[in-house]
């Protein structure tokens, strides 16, 4: 999916994204818990507000399972790796990507020819291991 800046590209990509965990869930019988589907929308928001904030172009997504993980990719133009900063409690705004690392399993931020690709991966299972109910 391709967004271009404006407010509306940030909530359309967290609706696409539970969309797609729930169309997963019911005509693939894939398990998701309804915290999964919160902590990727969280994800999806933070990055696209990232690449839409520092990159001067179109952002590129694209949101995925494999295995028990739910991958989600994101480019930019902008080949400046992201990094996280240290805490600061003087410090107003911007913890994004500190949230994003908080609450992911993987995180990998590559240069490309043009720009950048970051991906994140979110386990499936919840916190105890267990698969989601009826699963």
């Known amino acids: ?18 969309d797609f965990l729930t169309r997963a869930q019911v005509g693939h019988g894939v398990p998701v818990f309804q915290r999964v589907v919160d902590l990727t929308q969280l994800v999806v928001s933070e990055l696209v507000i990232i690449a839409l904030k520092y990159a001067p172009g179109p952002v590129l ?18 080949p400046v790796l992201p990094f996280a900063r240290a805490a600061d409690v003087g410090r107003v705004g911007q913890p994004g990507l500190e949230v994003v690392m908080a609450v992911v399993q993987g995180f990998e931020a590559q240069r490309e020819p043009v720009g950048k ?19």
């Open 117 to 135: 690709r970051i991906t994140v991966r979110i386990g499936l299972l919840d916190t105890a291991g267990r698969a989601a109910p009826g699963q």
């Open 61 to 78: 997504r694209d949101l995925r399972i494999t295995g028990e993980m739910v991958e989600f990719v994101v480019w930019d133009c902008d």
């Open 1 to 18: 999916m391709t967004l271009d800046g404006g407010g509306t590209g940030i909530s359309r990509a967290r609706h696409i994204a539970a």
